[in-house]
């Protein structure tokens, strides 16, 4: 069965830092790959998706992510972190083309904590 | 907000009960999926309805069943409740049923006591 692996349970990291989070997947074939965040008492919402193409993927607020194939690997990165940033983080997958089995698949999350 | 509604936000219920929650798709997505978030399983997919169409399932348990009406909103029936069955659960909405990128409500939370 597909699974998701995000390697960090928190994370606590100060304003202008550098982030990134780690996740990787167990699938052999063709993955749709998407990374939510949800604030503190909010609902998920999407950051970025990758889908083919570029493996460099930008998505709002300055986060971006880089699909690495051989490594079965979707980390999400941002240059320099905002107190605003501090939300938990869900790395999600989805087999086949084009998402042709609908569901995703959600890592466990991290929390990013970011101290003013 | 999302565009995806659920109510209720929050509910609270004894052991052995039945609790009905309820999803309204944004305008114009077709399909409806049903997750669960607890602390220990993280998010875990229950059941996904296209177009009134159950398309795909999880791990939904045998106590827990769903639909989808003809004007696209969902429920998701919970019954025989134990404690464990206390969890956040979410309603998602896509426009096909192949996924391009969910639109999340906001969730029900659910305590059973």
């Known amino acids: 069965a597909q699974s998701v692996s995000q390697h960090n349970h928190h994370v606590i990291l100060s304003e202008a830092a550098s982030l990134e989070l780690g996740c990787n997947y167990s699938?052999?074939?063709?993955?749709?790959l998407f990374w939510y965040v949800q604030y503190p008492g909010q609902h998920l919402q999407l950051l970025l998706k990758?889908?083919?193409?570029?493996?460099l993927v930008k998505g709002i607020k300055g986060f971006e992510a880089e699909f690495i194939k051989s490594k079965f690997s979707f980390n999400l990165r941002k240059p320099s972190v905002q107190w605003s940033d501090t939300a938990e983080y869900f790395c999600?997958?989805?087999?086949?083309?084009?998402?042709?089995?609908?569901?995703?698949?959600f890592g466990k999350g991290t929390k990013l904590s970011v101290k003013p | 907000d999302s565009g995806v509604t659920q109510t209720p936000k929050h509910l609270i219920t004894a052991t052995g009960q039945r609790v009905t929650l309820r999803c309204s798709p944004r305008?114009?997505?077709?399909?409806v999926y049903w997750y669960q978030q607890s602390l220990d399983q993280g998010l875990q997919f229950l059941i996904q309805?296209?177009?009134?169409?159950?398309?795909a399932k999880g791990n939904i348990l045998e106590r827990f069943s769903a639909q989808q009406f003809p004007d696209l909103h969902s429920e998701l029936n919970l019954s025989s409740l134990e404690l464990g069955d206390s969890a956040l659960y979410f309603c998602?909405?896509?426009?096909?049923?192949?996924?391009?990128?969910?639109?999340f409500g906001s969730g029900t939370r659910l305590t059973v006591v």
């Open positions: 305008s114009g997505d077709l399909s």
């Open positions: 998602a909405s896509s426009v096909a049923s192949g996924n391009y990128g969910y639109t």
């Open positions: 699938y052999g074939g063709t993955v749709n």
């Open positions: 999600a997958v989805n087999v086949g083309i084009r998402g042709s089995q609908g569901n995703l698949i």
């Open positions: 309805y296209y177009n009134g169409e159950e398309r």
């Open positions: 990758y889908f083919s193409g570029d493996p």
